[in-house]
T-cell receptor, first 114, second 115 residues
C-alpha cells in the first residue's frame, strides 16, 4: 500500500528566509510521481511542483525546489525567499504514472512571519 | 478559464437526509475526480471518471454514495441517508488527458456538515 507521511504539522518561517518541509512515502512501485500541493485557507488546492521518479534531477519552480531521495523515499520541499503569500497548508502527494488516484499526506501548515 | 466549479459551497443537513453536490470541471477536461477531506487530514480518493465512464471507486465510497457524470461534462455526487461521519469537504478535480504528468486542477470544495 502507498502511504505518504508528513511529520511536521506546523512550520513557521521569517519573511525572505528559507524553509524546508519534509515528506516521506512508502511504495513498492518504481514508476511514480511525487507532488507538493498548496492549499490556502478557503481556496482551492494548487500544484506547486511535480517530480517524476525516473528523473534524477530535482525539480525546481522559481522559488520552490525539491530534494528527491529515491532510495530513502524522501521528498522535501524547499521554499526560498519566503513571501507572505506562501502561507498555506502544504500537502505532499504520490501517484502512479497512470494518475488514477493520488495519495496525500496529512499536511504541513506554514506560517510566514513578517 | 473559469476553473473547477463546485456547488453548493456549504451544506448543513440533518442526519438521514440526502444531499447532492455538483461539480463543473474545466471545459474539455476528460478526467474528473472526487476526493474527501476531513479536518486535519489530506484529501482521500473517492472515485474518478474518464469522460462519462466511472473507472475506479475507493472502498470509502459506500453504497450510500453514488457519483455520475452524464455526457462526460458535469458530475454529481449524491450521499443518501447521511451520517455524522460524512461531515467533510468534498473536493472535485479535473485534468486534460490521462497520466500523472497532466496537472490536476481542484475546485474550492463543498463543505458538508451533518447534524
Amino acid at each position: 500500500a502507498q502511504t505518504v507521511t508528513q511529520s511536521q504539522p506546523e512550520m513557521s518561517v521569517q519573511e525572505a528566509e528559507t524553509v524546508t518541509l519534509s515528506c516521506t512515502y512508502d511504495t513498492s512501485e518504481s514508476d511514480y510521481y511525487l507532488f507538493w500541493y498548496k492549499q490556502p485557507p478557503s481556496r482551492q488546492m494548487i500544484l506547486v511542483i511535480r517530480q517524476e521518479a525516473y528523473k534524477q534531477q530535482n525539480a525546481t519552480e522559481n522559488r520552490f525546489s525539491v530534494n528527491f531521495q529515491k532510495a530513502a523515499k524522501s521528498f522535501s520541499l524547499k521554499i526560498s525567499d519566503s513571501q507572505l503569500g506562501d502561507a498555506a497548508m502544504y500537502f505532499c502527494a504520490y501517484s502512479l504514472r497512470t494518475g488514477n488516484q493520488f495519495y496525500f499526506g496529512t499536511g504541513t501548515s506554514l506560517t510566514v512571519i513578517p | 478559464d473559469t476553473g473547477v466549479s463546485q456547488d453548493p459551497r456549504h451544506k448543513i443537513t440533518k442526519r438521514g437526509q440526502n444531499v447532492t453536490f455538483r461539480c463543473d470541471p474545466i471545459s474539455e477536461h476528460n478526467r474528473l475526480y472526487w476526493y474527501r477531506q476531513t479536518l486535519g487530514q489530506g484529501p482521500e480518493f473517492l472515485t474518478y471518471f474518464q469522460n462519462e465512464a466511472q473507472l475506479e471507486k475507493s472502498r470509502l465510497l459506500s453504497d450510500r454514495f453514488s457519483a455520475e457524470r452524464p455526457k462526460g461534462s458535469f458530475s454529481t455526487l449524491e450521499i443518501q441517508r447521511t451520517e455524522q461521519g460524512d461531515s467533510a469537504m468534498y473536493l472535485c478535480a479535473s485534468s486534460l488527458g490521462t497520466g500523472a504528468r497532466n496537472t490536476i486542477y481542484f475546485g474550492e470544495g463543498s463543505w458538508l456538515t451533518v447534524v
